[in-house]
């Protein structure tokens, strides 16, 4: 078993790009013992009933019926319905940024230092999972200094009598640390994130960015108007919903990240925060406005939902598989284009594995044969005969090919040949090869 902890998956993309050395460490273990698909969607639906059960215990103040309206409204969303048959990073996210927060519920109650220990485990954890939760805690951070300085625990005085206030508020402290330890080894992994390949790959405009988010935004909106019109609602709370709606600020217009096209309208980037938000909607109190907020988001998430169904690539990597079933007995050469989107970098092993796994058993009964092309980033181990790589292309041959992909990205194996386009959608060309040498 532990020799096989190689099939896991990596936890960086690379040094140039991402920060995040814990991420998907459970799946590393979890492929070590077994890649049985019905264990993995197992595995993914209890991860997914711990954050939810996580939710319900946070929100305590909050009536269980409501409760239980919300969770099943955050369970539709956009953001978490079309993630949940993957093993997406932001469950376990939620789930340490939750855990992490309840330790420091229960340190205003019994101010034990086990639990600041606790919420410092879980805060450094989901920092080291994802940068976008090193967001969340700067800018709880800095609500929680707000805090103090409205409340008077800081003022000038406090920096002549440092361990006098590091005593009184151990906390913020030791999170400010380990904020700051956090940010210097990203400074020295990642260098500059304006340069950063990943950032600028899922960029957009402001436009873009309202048109993609506009529920969320919307959201956001009326979840801070129900919490802050209650005075019942603690400033714990409030100060945790703020710094979310901040993250959410940094990530929609400072960092301006959208999805990749192929996971189109799905705004897994606020995952976290908007569950959170969301939750906000439990505060308001008379029964008709709550049910009129709910019954409205649930219009607005099934009309997304639909939106996102009719774009998303999985349809229309179903119109190239049923082209493909036509065929018989010639090759499909895949581009190092097509590779590339499933990847998310050019010819990531596991990705270009499971593309040709997909179509693997229809294929075989037209003989139709899977070709990758060589590249030095692409090293396929021993055991991996049964993916083929180009040795020659020949006249009928088929070139699969991701529509609008750079330049950079499409190999000159496949564009240095006469060909014809037999096939088109909206995000694949398939050409067939005309002539050859």
Not at 308 to 328: A, C, D, W
Not at 421 to 433: A, P, W
């Amino acid at each position: 078993m532990f020799f096989s902890f190689g099939q896991g998956t990596w936890q960086q993309y690379g040094f140039e790009r991402r920060f995040n050395p814990l991420v998907f460490l459970d799946l590393t273990f979890l492929f070590g013992i077994t890649h049985h698909p019905v264990v993995l969607n197992f595995y993914i639906l209890c991860v997914h009933a711990l954050e939810l059960w996580l939710l319900y215990k946070f929100f305590d103040f909050i009536k269980p019926q409501k409760r239980l309206i919300l969770l099943g409204l955050f369970s539709v969303l956009p953001s978490t319905l079309w993630t949940l048959p993957i093993n997406f990073t932001e469950r376990w996210m939620l789930i340490e940024i939750l855990l992490s927060l309840l330790c420091f519920k229960n340190f205003l109650k019994t101010h034990r230092f086990q639990s600041v220990l606790g919420f410092l485990f879980w805060a450094n954890v989901a920092c080291y999972v994802k940068e976008t939760c090193f967001l969340f805690y700067v800018m709880l951070f800095i609500c929680l200094i707000l805090w103090r300085i409205y409340q008077n625990d800081i003022v000038l005085a406090s920096f002549l009598h440092p361990v006098r206030s590091i005593q009184k508020m151990p906390l913020e402290f030791l999170l400010g640390l380990s904020l700051l330890f956090w940010f210097i080894q990203y400074i020295f992994v990642c260098l500059d994130f304006t340069t950063n390949s990943y950032l600028l790959d899922r960029q957009a405009n402001f436009l873009e960015i309202i048109c993609l988010y506009k529920f969320e935004l919307t959201l956001t909106v009326i979840s801070l108007f129900c919490v802050f019109s209650q005075k019942e609602v603690s400033l714990f709370n409030k100060l945790i919903l703020m710094a979310h709606v901040l993250s959410v600020f940094f990530i929609l217009f400072i960092l301006r990240l959208i999805s990749v096209d192929y996971m189109y309208g799905i705004t897994y980037y606020v995952y976290v925060p908007i569950a959170f938000i969301l939750m906000g909607l439990g505060c308001v109190k008379k029964n008709f406005v709550f049910y009129f907020w709910i019954s409205l988001s649930l219009f607005a998430v099934l009309l997304i939902n639909k939106e996102i169904f009719k774009h998303h690539q999985g349809q229309f990597n179903l119109e190239m598989s049923e082209f493909v079933k036509k065929l018989h007995d010639t090759n499909l050469i895949v581009d190092s284009s097509a590779s590339y989107v499933l990847g998310g970098r050019k010819f990531e092993l596991a990705y270009v594995k499971a593309f040709y796994r997909a179509f693997q058993n229809d294929f075989l009964k037209q003989n139709v044969k899977i070709k990758f092309e060589p590249s030095d980033d692409f090293l396929f181990p021993e055991e991996e005969d049964d993916l083929i790589l180009i040795d020659k292309v020949e006249k009928g041959d088929y070139v699969l090919i991701k529509k609008n992909a750079q330049e950079k990205v499409v190999s000159d194996i496949t564009v240095s040949y006469p060909r014809q386009k037999v096939f088109e959608n909206k995000f694949y060309l398939i050409y067939q090869i005309t002539g050859a040498e």
